[in-house]
C-alpha cells in the first residue's frame, strides 16, 4: 500500500546512511544493480514482454478484451487519443462520455492504446483493495500542505471508491466482479504506529472528517475474533476483482455512448510523439502524431495514462523528482482456515508493508484464496524503485510472502502451503506520494498526464481520469476549468515545484 515519505530529504539521507554502512560487497552490489536498471531505463521504459501471470488477468475468461483491436487497421485518426488502458486511461474515456452526454458538444472520437494486453499494468496485478483513507497519516498531510487539503486526501478517495461502487450496482455487476463490502483492518505491530494512528485520528476527527464507522480493536478483541495477536483499526472498504471492474467500465462507455466513439488497440505501444501544424482557429485540429509499431494516430488531445511507464514518452517525468517505476509482488495462496473464520476483511500491517484478502467463496465453510502483497521493505535500500520488469520475481520477496501469514494468524495457514499463483506487477512513485494530474505545460499543448499513484491507485486513479476528462471538456468549450472540491491542488501539475 501507499507508503508516504514525510520527510523525502530526510528518507533519502537514509537510505544513503544505510548504503554507507552495509558491507562493501553489498555496497557494490546495490550500486552496480542502481546502475544497470538506471541505464536500462535511462530513456524511459516500456513494459515488458512475457509478464509474470496474475490472479486477476490469467484466471479464465478473465480478460475477455486482451486482445482486442491489436489486429486489423489502426484508428489514425481521433479527437481524443489515451494512452494506456488501466484504470485511469478507461476512466477518462468513460468520464469523457459522460460530460459529452450533459453537453452541447459535438461527438467525439477517442482510442485507447495499450502496450500489451487489456489492462495488464498494475491495474491487472495489484492486489484487489479498494481502501479510501478514513484518517491515516492526515497529522503529515496537514503539517505539510494544510488541514484543507489534508481534508480533501480523504475525499478523493471517498468519492473515487463510491464512483466505482455506483458504476458497478447501478448496473448489478456486484456478483460478476467480485465487489465485497467487508471494511479493512489495520494491524499495529508497534505501540508507536498505533499511537500516530491514533493522533491521525483525533486530528481527521477535529477537522470534521466522517469517523463514525471506525472501530477500534484491542490486542484481546483482535486475537479472539481473528487469532492476531496485534492491536487494530477497521475502517470501510471493499475489495473487488480490479480487472473485471476495468472491462466492465469500458463496455458500458463503448455501448451507452451516444456521443463517444470508442475504440481500443491492445498491443499496439506508443513509441514517439510528434507535433502536428495545426490551425489554432479550429479547436479539434489535430495537434499531435502518436508513432506505434503498426502505424501512426493524429490527436487533438493525448493523455498519458501510463502511469509507471510515463517517462517513456515524456522525460521530465524522469528521475526521483518524476515517476519512478517500481516493482510489487503478489501471492495467491490458499488459507488452512474457513471463509467464516477469516471473515470478508481485507488487512494491512505497519500501513506500507504487507496487505492481504480472503477472495469471495461459494461456501462459508471454504478455505478461501488469500490475495497477500508487500515485502519490498525486506530487499534492501531500493525497495524495487527502478525495477521496470514484471516478468521476473525477487526472491527475497517470495520467501517472506510465504512466511507472513502463518507467523501472523498461527494455525490459520500452513506454513508448508505452495502459493497457487504469484506475480509481479509496476508501480508509479512520485517525491511526496502525490500523483501528476494535468496539463502537460508548454510545448506540450492538448497534452494531459494522470499518473503515479504508488501503491494505493484504486481509491485515486478513477477520480484523477475523471477530472482529466473535465480538463479536456472545459478547453474543448473555452472555458476555464476550475478544480472540483473533491480533487488536492497538490495533485495538480502546475501546483508543483
Ligand atoms: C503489485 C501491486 C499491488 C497493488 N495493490 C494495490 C491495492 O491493493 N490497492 C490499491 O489501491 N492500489 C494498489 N496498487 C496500485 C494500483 O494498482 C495502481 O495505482 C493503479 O492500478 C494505476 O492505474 P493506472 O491505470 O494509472 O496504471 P496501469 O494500470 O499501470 O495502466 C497503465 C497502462 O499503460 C500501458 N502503457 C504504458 N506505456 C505505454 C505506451 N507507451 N503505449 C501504450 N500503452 C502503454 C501499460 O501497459 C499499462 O497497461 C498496486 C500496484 C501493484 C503493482
Partial sequence: MMLFKKY??????????QIACSSRFEDQKILSQSLRQTEFCSSGCLPVANSTKSFWIDSPNANPLATE?????????????????????????????????????PPLKAVIFEARDFCSGATGRNGGHLTPRAFLEFTTYAELYGEEEAMKSLTVEHHTASG??????SHNLTVDLDLVEGGHITLFFTEESEREARMDYAAADAAGADLNDVEWMTQEQVSSKFGARYPGVKVPAHNLWPLKFVTGMYNITKLN?????????????????SPLESDPRDSLSRRWKLTTPRGSTSCTYVVHATNAYASHLLPQMRGDQGIVPTRGQIVAIRANASAEELTKASWSAEPGTEYWFPR??????????????GGRHLTGPKRERYVTDDSALNPVISRALREYLPDVFPGKFDPDQEPEMEWSGIMGYTATGDPFVGPLGDGYGGQYVAAGFHGHGMPRAFACGEAVAQMIMSNLSGETWSPPDWLPRRYLTWEKT
Fill in 360 to 373: 469471495p467463496v461459494n461456501r462459508t465453510t471454504e478455505h478461501p484464496l488469500v490475495i497477500l502483497g
Fill in 257 to 273: 455512448s451516444s456521443k463517444l466513439s470508442l475504440h481500443l488497440h491492445t498491443r499496439t505501444p506508443v513509441t514517439s510523439m
Fill in 8 to 17: 523525502h530529504a530526510f528518507a533519502l539521507s537514509i537510505v544513503w546512511a
Fill in 164 to 169: 466505482i461502487v455506483d458504476i458497478i450496482e
Fill in 69 to 105: 483491436g491489436s489486429g486489423g487497421t489502426l484508428t489514425t485518426d481521433a479527437d481524443v487519443c489515451i494512452i494506456g488502458s488501466g484504470m485511469t486511461g478507461v476512466s477518462t474515456a468513460h468520464h469523457l462520455s459522460e460530460l459529452l452526454e450533459r453537453s452541447s458538444a
